[in-house]
């Protein structure tokens, strides 16, 4: 129902920061909850961030808590991960995904997800 596309990858010394985009088309965009996953090499998956339509709530994974900010803006079809203080283990592919429910609380219903943007941490 929407295409992402996520952008700002790269790499960083630990304690820099770096700022995520996912660029949405679709009609619908302000409909969805967005969120951000992870997964590093020979790892699962994780949840990282996600946050409400309305851009009013937003949840966060325990290890980016104080880090990691999710923002989106409706009118652009973005949302933003702002990553602070990054950490050598924060190093992974980073997916953009979205939520037709709008609530981003149930991890399964992230059913669209981009092509991911990878970030690398060094020490």
């Known amino acids: 129902q929407v295409q992402l596309v996520e952008s700002g990858g790269g790499l960083v010394q630990a304690g820099g920061s770096l700022r995520l985009s996912c660029a949405a088309s679709?009609?619908?965009?302000?409909?969805?909850?967005m969120g951000w996953f992870r997964q590093a090499p020979g790892k699962e998956r994780e949840f990282v961030a996600a946050?409400?339509?309305?851009?009013?709530?937003?949840y966060y994974a325990n290890s980016v808590k104080g880090r990691f900010t999710i923002s989106r803006d409706n009118a652009k079809n973005t949302v933003y991960l702002q990553m602070n203080s990054l950490k050598v283990e924060d190093t992974a592919v980073y997916y953009c995904?979205?939520?037709?429910?709008?609530?981003?609380?149930?991890?399964?219903?992230?059913?669209?997800w981009g092509p991911g943007t990878q970030v690398t941490v060094s020490s």
């Open positions: 679709g009609r619908t965009f302000s409909t969805y909850a």
């Open positions: 995904a979205a939520d037709p429910t709008g609530y981003g609380l149930g991890l399964s219903a992230f059913r669209s």
């Open positions: 946050i409400h339509r309305s851009g009013g709530s937003s």
